[in-house]
């Protein structure tokens, strides 16, 4: 024993392991296994059928928000119908824009559930009550929304196009970086479209059931939820239809609720900020450049402007759904998801067609969320293979993140449930919005600790800097600093010229 220390000694480090010995995985900064990644589309009929199979995923998304607000503004069936395709047209333009212009990663840009309780705060905000009218109600809640969400887009357009977001994310290390979003081989068509396969047999026999009388007898929700001929939306959709800005009249702006929606952008932005690192590693992309991840947050502002332009009553964010989806099918290539974007632009336009696949039973979504929200739990925990997971420090950082990040939304979520209101329930309604919000989502309460206590908890010491696998993503840190950087994240038509990337 005291010869193998004097070795150690000797040397400066643990002795070389025998051959014999098991070897770690060595770290890998693209993932391997992907079928087609980023710049590497599949044929066409295959692209066609997976870019559908997004905008399947997508729609359950599209359906509950307006589901959840819609009859609280004070709108029927049709009022819905027309908020599911604006979200939907809002979504399908958005998504390429970012695919184009933003990070140009294969990411979904939909309807983002963080907005929601924002948009319920105004809805029960005293300044619509002496409007009788459920339907001239609805539109004045619309409108107030519209102004919100306008006011609120210029936060992270301001962020992400001045390059202070990327100042920002440059003090990211895997250990924060996988809190935001804490997510197999050959090639299988049922793997490859099991989307399809799913939602196909589940929705048919749902079908069989409701036809069958087997739900005629059951409570209302269950009826709801489950029937297939429940919903509404079909005989209320129009045929044809274009949504177009200002649909629901000029927006009306409140200085409180434009505040309570800029602290739900930033809330969206972190959350954001994972799940575009999350899209990279299931694309087989290398780690975004600070400079590519700041540009995508301000094309992100750019859609929630979109959003509040056409008023679809919540902002947008990365679709944390689709990201799963991608590692469900391997494949992150960029042309799926620019196809998925024509079928929701397409399916807008075409009201009853769109409003068919609209009509999926909500559990059928639900389980499939299930997968997807696992993948990329797990593509988040796949980053700390860059880091020492043997260090206190490290254990330290990730132990008390998650604990927190699961408790402090857990009694905000559970008081608001009892209650009616969160556990900030003062005079200004605005106010308790701005608290209320961010400490109810679990992966900015995560990443917000995780990425306080890596930045200041003994940092000085020279060892730390490996433990947190910053050596990892230093040729990360510009955008010239590694040669993939061009080819996955280089703007399209020669734009690079003009609005270069450092």
Not at 39 to 44: A, G, N, R, Y
Not at 262 to 277: D, K, N, P, Y
Not at 393 to 400: E, Q
Request: hydrophobic share 45%; net charge positive.
């Amino acid at each position: 024993m005291k010869r193998e220390i004097s070795k150690i000694m000797a040397g400066g480090g643990a002795p070389a392991p025998k051959a014999d010995e098991p070897q770690p995985h060595p770290p890998k900064d693209q993932l391997p296994n992907i079928s087609y990644c980023i710049t590497s589309p599949p044929p066409w009929p295959e692209a066609i059928l997976l870019g559908f199979q997004h905008y399947l995923v997508m729609l359950g998304t599209t359906v509950l928000i307006p589901t959840a607000l819609v009859p609280q503004m004070g709108g029927g069936y049709e009022e819905k119908a027309k908020v599911i395709q604006t979200i939907l047209f809002v979504a399908g333009i958005n998504t390429l824009l970012q695919t184009l212009f933003g990070t140009r990663l294969p990411a979904v840009i939909g309807a983002s559930y963080t907005f929601v309780p924002t948009t319920i705060s105004i809805i029960l905000s005293g300044r619509f009550s002496d409007t009788s009218n459920p339907i001239d109600r609805f539109e004045r809640i619309m409108r107030a929304t519209q102004g919100a969400l306008i006011v609120a887009s210029t936060l992270q357009m301001i962020l992400g196009f001045s390059g202070l977001w990327r100042n920002v994310v440059r003090f990211l290390s895997p250990i924060s970086a996988y809190l935001p979003h804490v997510i197999k081989s050959g090639k299988n068509v049922f793997d490859r479209f099991a989307v399809i396969f799913a939602v196909v047999i589940v929705w048919i026999y749902a079908h069989l059931l409701t036809v069958g009388g087997a739900y005629n007898g059951a409570a209302p929700t269950t009826q709801t939820s489950c029937r297939t001929d429940r919903a509404g939306i079909i005989g209320a959709a129009p045929w044809i239809r274009v949504p177009w800005p200002f649909q629901w009249g000029p927006p009306s702006f409140d200085a409180g609720e434009a505040f309570a929606m800029m602290m739900a952008s930033f809330v969206a932005l972190v959350e954001s900020t994972g799940g575009f690192i999350a899209v990279s590693r299931y694309a087989s992309a290398t780690m975004l450049p600070p400079s590519i991840l700041s540009r995508g947050v301000g094309w992100q502002g750019v859609a929630i402007l979109v959003s509040g332009l056409f008023g679809t009553g919540a902002g947008s964010s990365v679709s944390i759904e689709n990201a799963g989806l991608l590692a469900l099918t391997r494949v992150g290539s960029r042309r799926v998801v620019q196809i998925a974007a024509g079928f929701m632009i397409f399916f807008s336009i075409l009201g009853k067609f769109g409003a068919v696949f609209a009509s999926i039973p909500a559990p059928i979504i639900a389980a499939l969320y299930c997968l997807f929200f696992a993948y990329v739990g797990a593509g988040g925990l796949s980053f700390l293979q860059f880091c020492n997971l043997n260090s206190f420090r490290t254990k330290f950082i990730l132990g008390f993140s998650v604990f927190l990040g699961l408790s402090i939304p857990q009694y905000f979520n559970e008081y608001t449930a009892i209650k009616g209101y969160g556990p900030v329930h003062t005079g200004g309604r605005w106010f308790n919005d701005m608290v209320n919000v961010p400490f109810s989502s679990e992966p900015f309460v995560a990443g917000a600790v995780a990425f306080f206590l890596d930045n200041t908890l003994h940092k000085k010491d020279s060892s730390i800097r490996k433990d947190r696998g910053k050596h990892w993503w230093d040729k990360f840190r510009s955008f010239k600093g590694d040669t993939r950087s061009e080819e996955f994240y280089s703007l399209p038509f020669n734009l690079n010229k003009y609005f270069p990337s450092v």
